[in-house]
């Protein structure tokens, strides 16, 4: 990743509206800043929320509250919590999202 063509700035991130994507279950809340080429968002998923989808794009993703599974195309599983974060490439492992109790993250795409 090259960030290229973005000033410095401050986000106060309450003050960034919230876009609700309904999941197959739950819901997800993202507050969305671009930056250049690359978007930053705070997202919180509600509880019981699954994603209705695959991604495959790649992200910077780090828990900030709340538990997240991550569950990959080919079957691994992995349960998160405050403080953990991964990283992956586009189209290298496509996942999902899921939390029973619900999770905020912060994600850099």
């Known amino acids: 990743m090259k960030i290229q063509n973005t000033p410095f700035e401050i986000v106060d991130w309450?003050?960034?509206?919230?876009?609700?994507?309904?999941g197959e279950?739950?819901?997800?809340f993202w507050r969305t800043k671009?930056?250049?080429d690359i978007r930053v968002r705070?997202?919180?998923y509600s509880p019981g929320y699954l994603?209705?989808?695959?991604?495959?794009?790649?992200?910077?993703?780090?828990?900030l509250e709340g538990t997240?599974?991550?569950?990959?195309?080919?079957?691994?599983?992995?349960?998160?919590?405050?403080?953990?974060?991964?990283?992956v490439a586009e189209d290298i492992a496509p996942h999902r999202?899921?939390?029973?109790?619900?999770?905020k993250l912060f994600i850099v795409d």
């Open 14 to 22: 309450k003050n960034v509206p919230a876009t609700r994507y309904p």
């Open 34 to 36: 671009q930056a250049g």
């Open 68 to 87: 997240l599974e991550t569950e990959l195309a080919d079957g691994r599983k992995f349960t998160m919590t405050p403080g953990m974060s991964y990283q």
């Open 51 to 63: 994603a209705d989808h695959w991604c495959k794009k790649g992200h910077i993703l780090l828990v």
């Open 42 to 44: 705070m997202v919180e």
């Open 97 to 103: 999202s899921k939390t029973e109790s619900g999770v």
């Open 25 to 28: 279950t739950g819901a997800a």
